[in-house]
Protein backbone atom coordinates (compact mmCIF):
# COMPACT_ATOMS: atom_id res chain seq x y z
CA UNK A 1 0.00 0.00 0.00
CA UNK A 2 1.23 3.12 -1.28
CA UNK A 3 1.64 6.04 1.40
CA UNK A 4 1.49 10.03 0.95
CA UNK A 5 3.12 11.90 3.96
CA UNK A 6 2.03 15.68 4.52
CA UNK A 7 4.27 17.54 6.75
CA UNK A 8 3.89 20.75 8.32
CA UNK A 9 -0.47 20.85 8.58
CA UNK A 10 -0.95 24.48 8.87
CA UNK A 11 -3.27 26.42 5.91
CA UNK A 12 -1.98 25.22 3.06
CA UNK A 13 -0.91 21.65 4.38
CA UNK A 14 -4.57 21.38 5.42
CA UNK A 15 -5.60 22.20 1.93
CA UNK A 16 -3.90 19.82 0.45
CA UNK A 17 -5.26 16.85 2.48
CA UNK A 18 -8.59 17.54 2.85
CA UNK A 19 -8.28 17.88 -0.63
CA UNK A 20 -6.40 14.75 -0.90
CA UNK A 21 -9.68 12.87 0.85
CA UNK A 22 -11.95 14.86 -0.98
CA UNK A 23 -10.41 13.18 -3.94
CA UNK A 24 -11.26 9.55 -2.97
CA UNK A 25 -8.03 9.06 -1.40
CA UNK A 26 -8.62 6.29 1.14
CA UNK A 27 -6.80 7.42 5.13
CA UNK A 28 -5.06 4.77 5.87
CA UNK A 29 -2.70 5.76 2.92
CA UNK A 30 -2.34 8.87 4.30
CA UNK A 31 0.44 10.51 7.11
CA UNK A 32 0.08 13.38 8.39
CA UNK A 33 3.68 14.60 10.38
CA UNK A 34 2.11 17.52 12.90
CA UNK A 35 4.16 18.40 16.40
CA UNK A 36 1.58 19.97 18.33
CA UNK A 37 -0.72 17.43 20.08
CA UNK A 38 -3.89 19.98 20.01
CA UNK A 39 -3.68 20.09 16.59
CA UNK A 40 -3.07 16.47 15.83
CA UNK A 41 -5.64 15.46 17.84
CA UNK A 42 -8.17 18.32 15.84
CA UNK A 43 -6.47 16.64 12.43
CA UNK A 44 -6.80 13.02 13.69
CA UNK A 45 -10.81 13.71 14.51
CA UNK A 46 -11.76 15.40 10.98
CA UNK A 47 -10.21 13.39 8.66
CA UNK A 48 -9.44 9.99 10.01
CA UNK A 49 -5.94 10.31 9.58
CA UNK A 50 -2.85 9.19 11.83
CA UNK A 51 -0.99 12.13 12.79
CA UNK A 52 3.07 10.30 13.38
CA UNK A 53 6.49 12.12 13.66
CA UNK A 54 7.79 13.78 10.82
CA UNK A 55 10.68 10.73 11.09
CA UNK A 56 7.85 8.09 10.97
CA UNK A 57 6.00 10.15 8.34
CA UNK A 58 9.41 10.12 6.49
CA UNK A 59 10.15 6.55 6.65
CA UNK A 60 6.66 4.92 5.86
CA UNK A 61 5.30 7.07 2.82
CA UNK A 62 6.50 7.03 -0.53
CA UNK A 63 5.43 9.86 -1.13
CA UNK A 64 6.22 13.11 1.54
CA UNK A 65 4.85 16.77 0.74
CA UNK A 66 6.67 19.03 2.67
CA UNK A 67 4.46 22.04 3.63
CA UNK A 68 6.20 23.78 6.45
CA UNK A 69 7.51 27.51 6.21
CA UNK A 70 10.25 28.26 4.27
CA UNK A 71 12.40 29.24 7.59
CA UNK A 72 11.41 25.70 9.03
CA UNK A 73 12.63 23.77 6.16
CA UNK A 74 16.21 22.97 6.63
CA UNK A 75 15.40 21.70 10.46
CA UNK A 76 12.35 20.20 8.76
CA UNK A 77 15.30 18.28 6.71
CA UNK A 78 17.86 17.79 8.73
CA UNK A 79 15.13 15.50 11.40
CA UNK A 80 13.80 13.38 8.46
CA UNK A 81 17.45 12.79 6.36
CA UNK A 82 18.25 9.90 8.16
CA UNK A 83 14.61 8.41 7.53
CA UNK A 84 14.48 9.17 3.52
CA UNK A 85 16.11 6.39 0.92
CA UNK A 86 16.63 6.86 -2.49
CA UNK A 87 13.53 6.75 -4.81
CA UNK A 88 10.91 8.27 -2.68
CA UNK A 89 9.98 11.48 -3.73
CA UNK A 90 10.02 14.57 -1.55
CA UNK A 91 7.43 17.40 -2.85
CA UNK A 92 7.98 20.70 -1.49
CA UNK A 93 5.12 23.33 -1.44
CA UNK A 94 7.28 26.07 0.03
CA UNK A 95 7.52 29.49 -1.72
CA UNK A 96 11.56 30.35 -1.78
CA UNK A 97 13.01 27.06 -1.42
CA UNK A 98 14.88 25.33 -4.40
CA UNK A 99 15.31 21.69 -5.37
CA UNK A 100 18.52 22.33 -5.08
CA UNK A 101 18.61 23.24 -1.34
CA UNK A 102 16.76 20.18 -0.42
CA UNK A 103 18.39 17.75 -2.59
CA UNK A 104 21.65 19.25 -0.89
CA UNK A 105 20.29 18.15 2.45
CA UNK A 106 18.91 14.70 1.91
CA UNK A 107 20.63 11.19 0.40
CA UNK A 108 21.59 10.87 -3.06
CA UNK A 109 18.60 9.48 -4.92
CA UNK A 110 15.83 11.30 -3.31
CA UNK A 111 13.69 12.75 -5.95
CA UNK A 112 12.47 16.26 -5.04
CA UNK A 113 9.60 18.54 -7.16
CA UNK A 114 9.18 21.77 -6.53
CA UNK A 115 5.58 23.01 -6.25
CA UNK A 116 3.83 26.41 -5.79
CA UNK A 117 -0.04 25.89 -5.02
CA UNK A 118 -2.47 28.40 -4.03
CA UNK A 119 -5.50 27.98 -1.67
CA UNK A 120 -7.88 27.92 -3.44
CA UNK A 121 -7.35 24.18 -3.92
CA UNK A 122 -9.78 24.38 -0.69
CA UNK A 123 -12.12 24.16 -3.28
CA UNK A 124 -10.56 22.30 -5.75
CA UNK A 125 -9.84 25.37 -7.95
CA UNK A 126 -6.17 25.63 -6.64
CA UNK A 127 -3.36 26.59 -9.65
CA UNK A 128 -0.23 24.73 -8.90
CA UNK A 129 3.13 24.90 -11.15
CA UNK A 130 5.40 21.73 -10.83
CA UNK A 131 9.81 21.75 -11.81
CA UNK A 132 11.39 18.72 -11.29
CA UNK A 133 14.82 18.96 -9.24
CA UNK A 134 17.84 16.85 -10.84
CA UNK A 135 17.12 13.02 -9.15
CA UNK A 136 13.14 13.29 -10.79
CA UNK A 137 12.59 10.95 -13.48
CA UNK A 138 9.00 11.08 -15.27
CA UNK A 139 6.90 9.13 -13.19
CA UNK A 140 8.34 11.08 -10.61
CA UNK A 141 6.70 14.17 -11.90
CA UNK A 142 3.61 12.53 -12.70
CA UNK A 143 3.18 11.64 -8.82
CA UNK A 144 3.84 15.18 -8.00
CA UNK A 145 1.25 16.09 -10.95
CA UNK A 146 -1.48 13.85 -9.51
CA UNK A 147 -1.31 15.16 -6.34
CA UNK A 148 -1.58 18.38 -7.03
CA UNK A 149 -4.13 17.80 -9.57
CA UNK A 150 -6.59 16.36 -6.82
CA UNK A 151 -6.79 19.82 -5.91
CA UNK A 152 -6.83 21.62 -9.02
CA UNK A 153 -4.74 22.79 -12.26
CA UNK A 154 -1.11 21.77 -12.73
CA UNK A 155 1.02 23.26 -14.94
CA UNK A 156 4.72 22.42 -15.20
CA UNK A 157 6.90 25.13 -15.72
CA UNK A 158 10.89 25.72 -15.25
CA UNK A 159 12.29 26.07 -12.10
CA UNK A 160 13.54 29.00 -12.41
CA UNK A 161 10.54 30.61 -13.28
CA UNK A 162 9.06 29.73 -9.56
CA UNK A 163 9.67 32.90 -7.73
CA UNK A 164 7.43 34.65 -10.42
CA UNK A 165 4.71 32.09 -10.51
CA UNK A 166 4.95 32.33 -6.47
CA UNK A 167 4.14 36.27 -7.39
CA UNK A 168 1.66 35.68 -9.43
CA UNK A 169 -0.99 32.64 -8.76
CA UNK A 170 0.62 31.50 -5.18
CA UNK A 171 0.18 34.95 -3.64
CA UNK A 172 -2.21 36.09 -6.33
CA UNK A 173 -5.60 35.17 -4.35
CA UNK A 174 -4.92 37.50 -1.34
CA UNK A 175 -4.53 40.52 -4.02
CA UNK A 176 -8.43 39.50 -5.64
CA UNK A 177 -9.32 39.19 -1.77
CA UNK A 178 -7.99 42.49 -1.42
CA UNK A 179 -9.68 44.27 -4.05
CA UNK A 180 -12.65 42.68 -3.42
CA UNK A 181 -12.69 43.87 0.65
CA UNK A 182 -11.46 47.42 -1.48
CA UNK A 183 -14.79 47.32 -3.53
CA UNK A 184 -17.10 46.47 -0.78
CA UNK A 185 -15.91 49.18 1.84
CA UNK A 186 -16.50 51.11 -1.20
CA UNK A 187 -19.88 50.12 -1.77
CA UNK A 188 -20.74 50.88 2.11
CA UNK A 189 -18.99 54.33 1.24
CA UNK A 190 -21.91 54.83 -1.45
CA UNK A 191 -24.76 53.98 0.59
CA UNK A 192 -25.11 50.25 0.20
CA UNK A 193 -25.82 48.11 3.18
CA UNK A 194 -22.90 45.88 3.46
CA UNK A 195 -24.57 42.66 3.10
CA UNK A 196 -25.89 43.77 -0.03
CA UNK A 197 -22.31 44.86 -1.22
CA UNK A 198 -20.57 41.89 -0.44
CA UNK A 199 -23.31 39.96 -2.20
CA UNK A 200 -22.52 42.00 -5.71
CA UNK A 201 -18.96 42.10 -5.33
CA UNK A 202 -18.38 38.30 -4.87
CA UNK A 203 -20.83 37.35 -7.70
CA UNK A 204 -19.40 40.04 -9.65
CA UNK A 205 -15.84 38.08 -9.52
CA UNK A 206 -17.44 34.76 -9.68
CA UNK A 207 -19.13 35.99 -12.93
CA UNK A 208 -16.27 37.98 -14.62
CA UNK A 209 -13.80 34.59 -13.88
CA UNK A 210 -16.32 32.42 -15.40
CA UNK A 211 -16.32 35.06 -18.90
CA UNK A 212 -12.39 34.92 -18.53
CA UNK A 213 -12.11 31.36 -18.59
CA UNK A 214 -15.42 30.63 -20.54
CA UNK A 215 -15.28 32.86 -23.65
CA UNK A 216 -11.10 32.61 -23.45
CA UNK A 217 -11.60 36.59 -24.33
CA UNK A 218 -8.18 38.79 -23.66
CA UNK A 219 -9.12 40.70 -20.64
CA UNK A 220 -8.50 43.75 -22.52
CA UNK A 221 -11.59 42.93 -24.86
CA UNK A 222 -13.93 42.28 -21.91
CA UNK A 223 -12.83 45.25 -19.93
CA UNK A 224 -13.61 47.30 -23.44
CA UNK A 225 -16.98 45.44 -23.76
CA UNK A 226 -18.02 47.34 -19.73
CA UNK A 227 -16.34 50.39 -21.02
CA UNK A 228 -19.13 52.54 -22.83
CA UNK A 229 -18.50 55.55 -24.31
CA UNK A 230 -18.24 58.57 -21.67
CA UNK A 231 -20.18 56.51 -19.34
CA UNK A 232 -19.52 55.40 -15.70
CA UNK A 233 -16.83 52.55 -16.08
CA UNK A 234 -14.62 55.23 -18.06
CA UNK A 235 -15.08 57.51 -15.63
CA UNK A 236 -13.95 54.72 -12.94
CA UNK A 237 -10.96 53.24 -14.95
CA UNK A 238 -9.59 57.02 -15.31
CA UNK A 239 -9.44 57.23 -11.43
CA UNK A 240 -7.34 53.72 -11.58
CA UNK A 241 -4.85 54.96 -14.21
CA UNK A 242 -4.37 58.82 -12.06
CA UNK A 243 -4.04 56.55 -8.65
CA UNK A 244 -1.40 53.96 -10.16
CA UNK A 245 -3.14 50.92 -10.08
CA UNK A 246 -0.81 49.03 -12.63
CA UNK A 247 2.37 50.20 -11.71
CA UNK A 248 1.16 49.46 -7.70
CA UNK A 249 0.59 45.72 -9.32
CA UNK A 250 3.95 46.11 -10.76
CA UNK A 251 5.88 46.98 -7.99
CA UNK A 252 3.45 44.50 -5.31
CA UNK A 253 4.43 41.17 -7.62
CA UNK A 254 8.36 42.24 -8.10
CA UNK A 255 8.08 42.27 -4.50
CA UNK A 256 6.91 39.26 -4.22
CA UNK A 257 9.22 37.68 -6.39
CA UNK A 258 11.97 39.26 -4.25
CA UNK A 259 11.03 37.96 -0.96
CA UNK A 260 10.49 34.64 -2.78
CA UNK A 261 14.09 34.49 -3.91
CA UNK A 262 15.13 36.07 -0.21
CA UNK A 263 13.14 33.05 1.17
CA UNK A 264 15.61 30.48 0.32
CA UNK A 265 18.43 31.90 2.15
CA UNK A 266 16.13 31.37 5.26
CA UNK A 267 15.20 34.86 6.07
N1 LIG B 1 -0.76 29.85 2.54
C1 LIG B 1 -0.63 29.90 1.22
O1 LIG B 1 -1.45 30.52 0.51
C2 LIG B 1 0.50 29.21 0.54
C3 LIG B 1 1.54 28.65 1.25
N2 LIG B 1 2.57 28.04 0.59
C4 LIG B 1 3.67 27.46 1.34
O2 LIG B 1 3.15 26.50 2.23
C5 LIG B 1 3.98 26.43 3.37
C6 LIG B 1 3.13 26.54 4.61
O3 LIG B 1 2.49 27.80 4.60
P1 LIG B 1 1.18 28.04 5.44
O4 LIG B 1 0.35 26.81 5.44
O5 LIG B 1 0.62 29.32 4.97
O6 LIG B 1 1.81 28.24 6.89
P2 LIG B 1 1.31 27.73 8.30
O7 LIG B 1 2.11 28.43 9.32
O8 LIG B 1 -0.18 27.80 8.35
O9 LIG B 1 1.70 26.18 8.27
C7 LIG B 1 2.96 25.68 8.57
C8 LIG B 1 2.72 24.45 9.43
O10 LIG B 1 3.95 23.78 9.62
C9 LIG B 1 3.97 23.33 10.96
N3 LIG B 1 5.34 23.05 11.36
C10 LIG B 1 6.34 23.91 11.70
N4 LIG B 1 7.44 23.23 12.03
C11 LIG B 1 7.13 21.91 11.88
C12 LIG B 1 7.83 20.71 12.08
N5 LIG B 1 9.11 20.73 12.49
N6 LIG B 1 7.21 19.55 11.83
C13 LIG B 1 5.92 19.51 11.42
N7 LIG B 1 5.18 20.62 11.23
C14 LIG B 1 5.78 21.79 11.46
C15 LIG B 1 3.35 24.47 11.72
O11 LIG B 1 2.96 24.02 13.00
P3 LIG B 1 2.89 25.05 14.24
O12 LIG B 1 1.82 26.01 13.90
O13 LIG B 1 2.59 24.15 15.38
O14 LIG B 1 4.26 25.69 14.29
C16 LIG B 1 2.18 24.80 10.82
O15 LIG B 1 1.06 23.96 11.10
C17 LIG B 1 4.99 27.57 3.27
O16 LIG B 1 6.24 27.05 2.89
C18 LIG B 1 4.42 28.46 2.20
O17 LIG B 1 5.44 29.12 1.45
C19 LIG B 1 2.61 27.98 -0.77
C20 LIG B 1 1.62 28.52 -1.51
C21 LIG B 1 0.47 29.17 -0.93
O1 LIG C 1 2.90 34.45 1.57
C1 LIG C 1 3.61 33.45 1.38
O2 LIG C 1 4.84 33.50 1.59
C2 LIG C 1 2.98 32.19 0.86
C3 LIG C 1 3.61 31.75 -0.42
C4 LIG C 1 2.61 32.10 -1.49
C5 LIG C 1 1.41 32.42 -0.74
N1 LIG C 1 1.61 32.42 0.53
Known sequence: MKQTAVIGAG???ETLLSGLVRAGRRV???LVGEKREARAAELEERYGVAVVSNVEAAAKAETVALVVKPQDMADVLDEIAG????????????????????????????????VMPNTPALVDEGMSAISAGSHCDEEHLAEAEALMASVGKVI???????????????SGPAYIFFVVESMIEAGVHLGLPRATAHELVVQTLVGSAHMLRETNEHPTVLREQVTSPGGTTAAA?????????????LAALEAARDRSRELASGS
Not at 163 to 168: F, P, R, S
Not at 237 to 249: N, Q, S, W, Y
Open 237 to 249: LRELEIHKVRAAF
Open 28 to 30: DQL
Open 11 to 13: VMG
Open 83 to 114: SLRPGQLLVSLAAGITTAFIEARVPAGVAVVR
Open 156 to 170: RVPEKQQDAVTAISG
